[in-house]
């Protein structure tokens, strides 16, 4: 009878600490930071020898977001980003030189609600919706050289701040216990009935904290 009870003892033990480990193993950090590069592709952006309607493509970008976990699957999120392209010509004409800047910017500034799938340790997938603001930024420089003398026909710049909406998703690759990869995909609509769609698309690292 001793012997019985305590093999069952044991048994329990052993489950009681399997059990332990294994939800140790699964549960979510605290929060987690992540960084990282962005392409934004937008349409109707005002650049030199592009149709009105012509989606243009932003390369250089970058974002940084922060999210705390709730729950394991459940997450409250904070994100900005921006996104630039500057476009440069020049032309000569009769000896006279015409040259145009073009710079673009966009930044957002975002906060929602993500949702974890943490079911393999090694990847984690994830969506997300993020509501907020996002700013864009058209810059144009004008000049005309004639016989050596340059001259500034327009320098203005013409901003616009709008309501944004970003439904995305993607997956961290885990690395190590203090890093992460990620690579991310959504759609990010600007403004209303009137407005705007954008495809993001972005590689970045994970700090679980």
């Known amino acids: 009878m001793r012997s019985t009870n305590t093999v069952r003892a044991v048994v329990?033990?052993?489950?009681?600490?399997?059990?332990?480990?294994?939800?140790?193993?699964?549960?979510?950090?605290?929060?987690e930071f992540s960084a990282g590069w962005?392409?934004?592709?937008?349409?109707?952006?005002?650049?030199?020898?592009?149709?009105?309607?012509?989606?243009?493509?932003?390369?250089?970008?970058?974002?940084?977001d922060v999210a705390g976990n709730l729950t394991r699957t459940f997450a409250v999120v904070g994100e900005v980003g921006g996104n630039y392209k500057s476009v440069d010509e020049t032309t000569t004409l009769f000896g006279t030189t015409f040259n145009i800047d073009v710079g673009v910017d966009m930044h957002t500034f975002m906060g929602g609600v993500r949702f974890n799938a943490r079911q393999n340790a090694a990847f984690t997938p994830y969506a997300q919706a993020l509501f907020g603001l996002a700013r864009g930024t058209v810059h144009v420089k004008g000049r005309v050289t004639v016989a050596g003398t340059t001259s500034t026909t327009v320098d203005q710049s013409v901003s616009d701040t709008d309501f944004a909406f970003d439904a995305d998703g993607g997956v961290n690759f885990r690395l190590s216990d203090a890093l992460a990869a990620r690579v991310s995909a959504g759609?990010?609509?600007?403004?209303?009935s009137d407005g705007g769609n954008a495809f993001r698309f972005g590689v970045g690292v994970v700090f679980p904290f």
């Open 187 to 192: 759609y990010l609509r600007v403004g209303g």
């Open 38 to 64: 962005r392409l934004l592709t937008l349409p109707d952006v005002p650049t030199p020898n592009v149709p009105k309607g012509e989606t243009q493509t932003l390369p250089l970008g970058w974002y940084a």
């Open 12 to 31: 329990c033990i052993a489950m009681l600490l399997g059990y332990s480990t294994s939800s140790h193993a699964q549960n979510a950090p605290a929060g």
